[in-house]
């Protein structure tokens, strides 16, 4: 015995689902698990390797296909691959509790990590572990935010950890060559960038190591590139300036 099935219908499985309202209705597409937060990123840019099938629903758990005069009303065109895109762009993702859930724990462990790498205790110049930083964060009843990049959100964490540890960014070690006609003007305006010079060479140009925020670092860089018209240098020694030895914890 066949089961009639109506036309307007189509059954998926395993599908997630990205949902917009427009014009009054709502509009969903099939997509698969996974593929949606790759396109938005830019990585993913098959929309066929994105959807399920390039049909429109107004449910898709039901199968049941939106009309195509509600998609014109809706969205002026009847064109199913821009009226798709539309929706993978501006759509909301719909996802279980139980993903939802799992997706957060996934991102809340990868900010600690990225705080992990970052920072360092600025009284012993070591790093914290990662289950350190994770159990810091839950004492300032830090929620992650899925809709905002984990690197965004670490610095986040940085900037409210300090209030109650003691934390800071890592220093970055580098090695400046300043031409000798420029280097005692240029010294000066590099000084406030600079968190400690550990070393100074002058011979026929000026040699310098020293220790700076990671985030002067591309100010630095344009500075001595503009001020010496690309004969001085800007050299990175090392990303992180620790002490070695175990981890503090």
Request: glycine share 4%; proline share 3%; net charge positive.
């Amino acid at each position: 015995m066949s089961i009639f099935t109506p036309t307007n219908q189509i059954r998926l499985t395993n599908v997630a689902v990205v949902r917009m309202k427009k014009g009054g209705k709502r509009f969903e597409i099939a997509c698969y698990k996974n593929k949606v937060l790759s396109w938005r990123s830019g990585v993913e840019k098959d929309m066929d390797e994105v959807l399920q099938t390039q049909s429109v629903f107004v449910n898709v758990s039901k199968g049941q296909v939106a009309k195509k005069e509600d998609l014109t009303k809706a969205f002026g065109t009847d064109d199913l691959t821009e009226i798709c895109k539309q929706i993978l762009a501006k759509g909301e993702l719909q996802v279980s509790d139980k993903e939802r859930s799992s997706q957060l724990e996934t991102m809340f462990r990868d900010i600690a990590t990225i705080v992990a790498e970052k920072c360092v205790n600025p009284e012993t110049k070591r790093p914290y572990t990662v289950n350190l930083i994770e159990r810091a964060m839950k004492d300032i009843h830090y929620s992650v935010k899925p809709n905002k990049s984990t690197k965004q959100q670490a610095l986040d964490v940085i900037r409210q950890l300090k209030e109650t540890m003691e934390i800071q960014r890592a220093h970055m070690r580098l090695r400046l060559v300043l031409p000798a006609k420029e280097a005692k003007r240029l010294k000066e305006k590099l000084k406030p960038l600079l968190q400690v010079v550990e070393s100074e060479d002058f011979d026929e140009q000026l040699e310098m190591v020293c220790l700076v925020d990671p985030g002067c670092y591309r100010e630095m860089d344009e500075l001595i590139r503009c001020e010496t018209r690309g004969r001085g240098s800007l050299e990175v020694l090392s990303l992180k300036d620790v002490e070695e030895g175990d981890e503090k914890f």
